[in-house]
């Protein structure tokens, strides 16, 4: 009877252990089982971005994942296959020895869903002016970005208003009409014929043509309308969207100078050769964005050189002085003053042509000329006064017209050149910069042959990361 009794005891008390060990083997199976999977996502989302598009970031330091690895696709089906798989390589245990261990988990992932993703060209390409101004953050520093931009934004700040040498010149020649057909008026009139250029056709290839003599040195290099980004229907993300800081318009903007060649400085292997005036102009040819940006520099000059010259006491003088004279020689006293803007207006002409030829030799302008540093007397001849080279460089001009545009509007011609250079790179002919990829969330479902079940997610944005 006693030795049946503690038989009885011995049973239950055993059955109690037996019971808390099994919960307690669950517990720890479950827990284990929870922490694999935590550290598998962890893993796999980040692995995701080790695949990033190589020449993106070889040549623009730019992390995106190309969510077609550069074949034909239209969805996420790629990315997600790739993270699935990934997730069951870190599940994969020893094979099952005798007497060396077992698998105790036995995960496998079923499917990988992207939930959130943002695209390179999502909020008007607003990840690309990120990770730019981003790699100038890191790289220079906000402080060397600003120096250089002071003297750029001198262009923004100048009132030209007063200027206006389209409206002097359309005036000038209104009060000349009754003098037309004299012949010294008529000298002075048909120089400035070219000087309006914004009323002219064709008056961009009249530029280059006052300034590149052999036409054969300028790029032929076109791209088709259709390949472009903007003229096709973009895949978009539902990431959300987020304020833009401040810094980042000067920052990226630097980071253009920085990786576009121009018609100075060309980068080698360029679906354009003239990257840096695309971005101003956004014509689909070298020439035609070359011309527009030589125009544009053109217009500036010869705001800033009728500024100068109309302030400057000494010309303004000599100015005055043949005016008068002409106007005493024709016995009209009433075209002295028309005729003193229209001298004015054919010198600053003159001597923009002249600055123009400076800048694009390699050469320095100042913005605002003084006394010493014109290149032309007052009947546009050249003078033999030696002029030292100060002020802005072409590029500086190119700096300051950048520093005018829109920063979506260059980021979404940035993201042209962007798909157009990749693909001249080879084995990306299927390149598509919207289906390129810096942050997405990923849910991953995950079975355990124990009967479990579990859904987990993650998410990796490149920029934060």
Avoid at 259 to 287: F, M, N, V
Wanted: net charge negative; hydrophobic share 40%.
């Amino acid at each position: 009877m006693k030795k049946g009794y503690v038989t009885v005891y011995f049973t239950v008390t055993m059955a109690i252990c037996m019971s808390l060990i099994m919960v307690m083997f669950r517990g720890i199976r479950e827990n284990a089982l929870r922490m694999r999977i935590k550290e598998a996502a962890d893993i796999s989302v980040r692995s995701s971005f080790g695949e990033y598009q190589r020449t993106l970031w070889d040549r623009y330091g730019l992390i995106f994942v190309d969510a077609g690895y550069n074949r034909k696709a239209e969805s996420m089906i790629m990315s997600e296959e790739r993270h699935k798989d990934c997730m069951n390589r870190n599940f994969e245990e020893m094979p099952e020895i005798p007497f060396f261990g077992r698998d105790l988990l036995k995960l496998q992932c079923d499917l990988s869903e992207a939930t959130n993703v943002r695209f390179a060209t999502d909020h008007d390409c607003e990840p690309l002016i990120r990770q730019g101004a981003g790699y100038m953050k890191y790289r220079f520093g906000i402080e060397y970005v600003t120096g250089l931009y002071e003297l750029a934004s001198q262009c923004a700040d100048i009132d030209f208003s007063s200027v206006s040498l389209k409206d002097h010149i359309d005036s000038a020649l209104s009060k000349l009409e009754k003098v037309k057909d004299s012949v010294e008026i008529t000298e002075w009139t048909d120089k400035l014929k070219d000087a309006v250029l914004e009323d002219k056709n064709g008056s961009k290839d009249l530029v280059l043509s006052l300034l590149i003599k052999d036409h054969g040195d300028i790029s032929a290099k076109k791209v088709r309308k259709e390949a472009l980004i903007g003229k096709r229907v973009l895949n978009k993300g539902n990431w959300e969207g987020y304020a833009s800081n401040p810094t980042d318009s000067l920052l990226f903007k630097e980071y253009l100078m920085k990786k576009c060649g121009d018609y100075l400085e060309q980068k080698p292997d360029t679906a354009l050769a003239y990257e840096i005036e695309y971005l101003i102009c956004g014509a689909d040819s070298d020439r035609g964005n070359l011309s527009g940006t030589a125009l544009r520099i053109l217009l500036l000059r010869e705001a800033a050189n009728f500024y100068a010259i109309s302030r400057d006491p000494s010309r303004m003088e000599l100015i005055r002085a043949v005016s008068a004279l002409i106007a005493f020689v024709l016995l009209s006293p009433e075209i002295e003053e028309p005729l003193t803007e229209i001298i004015v207006a054919a010198w600053a002409y003159a001597e923009s042509v002249k600055d123009l030829r400076v800048l694009f030799s390699g050469g320095k302008v100042p913005l605002i000329k003084t006394g010493s540093d014109f290149y032309t007397d007052i009947i546009g001849s050249v003078t033999d006064r030696e002029v030292k080279e100060k002020g802005m460089d072409y590029r500086d001009y190119l700096r300051a017209f950048l520093f005018l545009e829109s920063d979506r509007e260059l980021a979404k011609r940035f993201a042209d050149l962007l798909e157009l250079n990749v693909r001249v790179a080879e084995g990306n002919d299927f390149f598509r910069l919207d289906f390129c990829f810096d942050a997405w969330a990923v849910t991953s479902y995950v079975t355990s042959e124990y009967s479990y079940d579990f859904a987990v997610k993650r998410l990796y944005d490149a920029e934060v990361d």
